[in-house]
């Protein structure tokens, strides 16, 4: 059945090709926008940025042809709240991804969170209707599984993945396993229709998602519609995955193979938007949520190269990430910026591409890199600063090349005395603390160029500490001067909004008993 399934995408695949080259040309359109998104990809996980296991042939090839972002920041070091930063433009701590349950604690959307994005949020899907875009996501959520919550509320106009993490099996008792839906209908769940074998790592889930793009992308092209593409593939998060041709084939393991069939599947979707002429016309940009793992590894977690921890910190390791734009005939091959960017700058972006104005009434923390990207007078680009922040805590500020820790904090002790180390193997004293410590009236200060690694502080007696100290601190009191936080989201927790019986269940005889109400407030130990 999946074979025929397959065969059958193929023919209707090359026959949407034949058409759209032999299409006549049309108006010109905006840009086609394409966001690559990673799970707990690690900057150092690309050959491009060193890696010697040679896994990503395609994407150091993308890197060759566009532009590559050494600078590239997440807007927090967890999954949710960066993607809550991308696709509204603003912080976390503006957009309510966040908790207030606990002091600089990393919150996410697990099955039993009562929240999701705020419905006074824009998203990007919503503002690019103003152009006629056609928007589709693939692959993971992960802003909320509640009804009103999902994407096709929030502007996409399709969908096919899931709203949260493929953790699991589940004996679907106590948990449900987690739904796939296409559009607004569940079409079953992870390791029950959608297989994923924990033994073997085995899955064709990159695949599928891959063939949903492209199907996409194709009909797009031959409807002559501009269109958004967020390809949110996870085979990166543990449990790691890779389909039966992937497995076995890297240096690195299961994790490498996971890396190797991701690269793959971005030169397929690149490939083809030359073979319908339209790479000329489309953006894309390829990065990651947030940091390598590292507390999945050594089996299941990638590399953030020589930065500092990882996932869950604030340690350039959790925020640093790979980043490529690619538009041929536009953005100039073989150019490395090292401008300080971050992945709320692609709402902000796309909406410039597309020729629409921000929304009014709305303080946006994204910032236009089309004169980076377009080789322009950088302009307030050159001196922006980036924020790191925790859950409700600001904890790191950089400005050019020095970054200020204001708060440090791994993780606790008791989480730490379990097993759980986000920094295995690079403990700094003073500096990779297990209590939160404050260090607002003498901040650590590093110089990231010199000591990318975060392992020298530099001395506060020095004139240089003194000469960086002078720029930051107006650049932190304006910032917490002028933030107005948002409603937290990701305060509250109950059993009866898990997966029990979403859309779609019943006439997959899918549905679930729903257990009674019984809400509380999310503990959230990181």
């Known amino acids: 059945m999946a074979v025929l399934q397959c065969s059958q995408t193929l023919i209707l695949f090359s026959a949407i090709i034949c058409c759209a080259l032999t299409g006549e040309p049309g108006d010109v359109l905006p840009p086609n926008i394409i966001i690559l998104l990673m799970d707990d990809m690690g900057w150092g996980d690309l050959g491009v940025f060193g890696q010697p296991s040679k896994e990503t042939p ?9 532009m590559l972002f050494p600078n590239f920041y997440t807007a927090n070091p967890l999954c949710s709240p960066s993607r809550a930063a991308l696709l509204t433009g603003r912080l976390p701590v503006r957009n309510g991804f966040y908790t207030t349950n606990a002091h600089a604690r990393n919150a996410y959307t697990p099955q039993e969170i009562m929240g999701g994005i705020s419905k006074d949020e824009i998203l990007l899907p919503q503002m690019l209707t103003k152009m006629d875009y056609v928007s589709k996501i693939v692959g993971k959520w992960h802003l909320g599984h509640r009804p009103q919550y999902l994407p096709l509320k929030k502007g996409f106009d399709q969908w096919f993945g899931s709203p949260n993490c493929h953790f699991g099996p589940y004996n679907n008792s106590f948990r449900p396993n987690i739904p ?41 092209a031959v409807m002559k519609r501009p269109f958004f593409l967020y390809w949110a593939a996870d085979a990166t998060h543990a449990p790691v995955y890779a389909s039966k ?6 240096q690195r393991g299961r994790y490498g193979d996971a890396v190797m069939e991701l690269d793959d599947s971005i030169g397929r979707l690149l490939k083809v938007l030359r073979l319908l002429n339209i790479e000329n016309n489309t953006f894309v940009f390829f990065t990651s949520d947030n940091g390598a793992a590292l507390s999945s590894g050594p089996h299941e977690s990638g590399s953030n190269g020589p930065f500092l921890c990882g996932k869950e910190t604030t340690f350039e390791g959790g925020m640093r990430e790979p980043a490529i734009a690619w538009w041929p005939g536009h953005i100039k091959g073989g150019t490395v910026s090292f401008q ?11 909406l410039a591409l597309a020729g629409i ?5 709305t303080i946006l923390d994204g910032l236009d890199l089309t004169p980076v990207l377009l080789n322009q007078d950088p302009g307030e680009l050159q001196n922006r600063p980036i924020f790191y922040y925790r859950g409700n805590e600001l904890m790191a500020v950089r400005l050019g090349q020095y970054k200020a820790h204001y708060w440090t904090w791994s993780n606790s002790w008791e989480q730490f005395k379990t097993g759980i180390n986000f920094c295995p193997g690079q403990e700094v004293p003073g500096v990779t603390t297990h209590i939160q410590k404050e260090h607002t009236m003498q901040p650590i200060i590093f110089h990231l160029g010199r000591d990318p690694g975060e392992k020298f502080p530099i001395s506060v007696l020095s004139e240089e500490y003194q000469d960086a100290l002078s720029r930051i601190s107006p650049v932190v009191e304006q910032h917490k001067k002028t933030l107005m936080p948002g409603v937290p989201q990701l305060n509250m927790c109950d059993v009866a909004v898990m997966n029990w019986a979403p859309e779609g269940c019943e006439s997959l005889g899918k549905c679930l008993t729903v257990p009674k109400s019984a809400p509380w407030k999310c503990d959230w130990p990181h």
Request: charged residues 20%.
């Open 245 to 250: 041709p992937f497995l076995g084939k890297s």
């Open 340 to 350: 300080l960017a971050n992945v709320m700058d692609l709402f902000t972006t796309s």
């Open 357 to 361: 104005s921000p929304p009014s009434n």
């Open 58 to 66: 395609n994407l150091d090839a993308m890197a060759a042809q566009g």
């Open 180 to 220: 796939v839906y296409k559009n607004g209908e569940m079409v079953g769940r992870f390791y029950e229709e959608f297989k994923i074998d924990r033994k073997t790592g085995e899955s064709n889930l990159t695949q599928i998602y891959l063939e949903e793009a492209l199907m996409f992308i194709n009909v797009q």
